[in-house]
C-alpha cells in the first residue's frame, strides 16, 4: 500500500484516485464524507493524511496554483532554512508570530490525529474531525502566507492575524470613552457568533465562524487591558 501511495503522490496525486485510497488505508468515515464532499479542495488533506499514515518522509511539495504535487526523494529543510527571511530584521512582526503558531498547530493537529483513533461515538469522532479539519485549514492559512512572502518579498495578508495586528495599533488610538463602547459591542458581537455555533445548523461555516469569534475575543482582551479591567 506504502508503493501505491508513493506512484499516487509522483504520479501527481490525482484527487479522485486519492479518494480511493483513502477508502482503502480506511479513513475514519466522517473524514471519507468530507473529502468526498470535495476531492480537489481536500487533495492538500490526503496527501498529508495518506504520508502520515504509511510513514513517507520524503520530500514533496504542493503547487496550490496548479492543484498539484510534485514529489522528488529529498531530505526535506528544517524550517528555518526554508523560511530564511524569519531571521531577517525586517520581518514583518505578524509572520514571526505566524511561525510560532505554526508549530502550535502542528502539534494539535497530531494530537487530534490521535483522538480521533480513540473516538467512542458518532458525535465525538464528528467533533474531533471538525476541530481537525479546521486546525488543518488554518494551518494551510500560514504556510500561505510565509510562503507568498517567500516569493513576493511582501505580505499576502488574508490571515486574521494581520487584522488583529492593526486592531490592536488603532486601539491604542481610542480615549476611554471609545474604549467603552467598543467593549460593549464585542460583548455583543460574542455573544451572537457563540449562539451561532452553539446551533451547529451550519457545519459548514463553522471554520469562518471560529475565527471571527477568536478575533472578537483577542480584541475584547486587549480592550479589557487597556481600560484596567484585567
Given at each position: 500500500m506504502?508503493q ?12 479522485e ?13 466522517l473524514?471519507l464524507?468530507l473529502i ?7 487533495r492538500r ?8 499514515k ?8 504542493y ?7 510534485v514529489?522528488?526523494?529529498k531530505?526535506p529543510?528544517?524550517?528555518r532554512?526554508?523560511f ?6 525586517d ?5 514571526e ?8 498547530k502542528?502539534h494539535a493537529?497530531?494530537?487530534l ?5 480513540d ?7 464528528a467533533?474531533?474531525?471538525r ?5 488543518y485549514l488554518?494551518?494551510r ?5 510565509l510562503?507568498?512572502?517567500q516569493?513576493?518579498h ?8 494581520f487584522?488583529a495586528f492593526h486592531?490592536?495599533?488603532?486601539l491604542l488610538?481610542l ?9 460593549k459591542?464585542l460583548?455583543?458581537n ?8 452553539k446551533?451547529g ?5 463553522e471554520?469562518e465562524?471560529?475565527?471571527?469569534l ?16 484585567e
Amino acid at each position: 500500500m506504502k508503493q501505491t501511495v508513493l506512484t499516487w503522490l509522483r504520479g501527481g496525486a490525482n484527487a479522485e484516485e486519492g479518494v480511493q485510497l483513502m477508502i482503502r488505508a480506511c479513513a475514519p468515515s466522517l473524514t471519507l464524507r468530507l473529502i468526498k464532499a470535495n476531492p480537489v479542495a481536500n487533495r492538500r488533506f490526503m496527501v498529508d493524511w495518506l504520508c502520515r499514515k504509511f510513514g513517507i518522509n520524503e520530500d514533496y511539495t504542493y503547487v496550490s496554483s496548479a492543484q498539484a504535487v510534485v514529489f522528488s526523494e529529498k531530505k526535506p529543510l528544517s524550517f528555518r532554512e526554508e523560511f530564511p527571511f524569519l531571521n531577517a530584521p525586517d520581518c514583518p512582526a505578524e509572520l514571526e508570530a505566524l511561525a510560532s503558531r505554526k508549530f502550535a498547530k502542528y502539534h494539535a493537529y497530531v494530537d487530534l490525529h490521535k483522538k480521533l483513533r480513540d473516538c467512542t461515538s458518532t458525535k465525538q469522532c464528528a467533533q474531533v474531525a471538525r476541530e481537525l479539519i479546521n486546525n488543518y485549514l488554518e494551518n494551510r492559512m500560514i504556510w500561505d502566507e510565509l510562503n507568498y512572502y517567500q516569493q513576493h518579498h511582501s505580505v499576502l495578508g488574508k490571515h486574521p492575524i494581520f487584522s488583529a495586528f492593526h486592531k490592536r495599533k488603532e486601539l491604542l488610538s481610542l480615549n476611554v470613552k471609545q474604549l467603552m463602547i467598543r467593549q460593549k459591542r464585542l460583548n455583543n458581537n460574542i455573544w451572537r457568533v457563540q449562539d451561532e455555533i452553539k446551533k451547529g445548523d451550519k457545519p459548514h461555516l463553522e471554520l469562518e465562524r471560529l475565527t471571527r469569534l477568536r478575533a472578537y475575543q483577542s480584541e475584547l482582551a486587549e480592550i479589557n487591558r487597556l481600560l484596567g479591567d484585567e
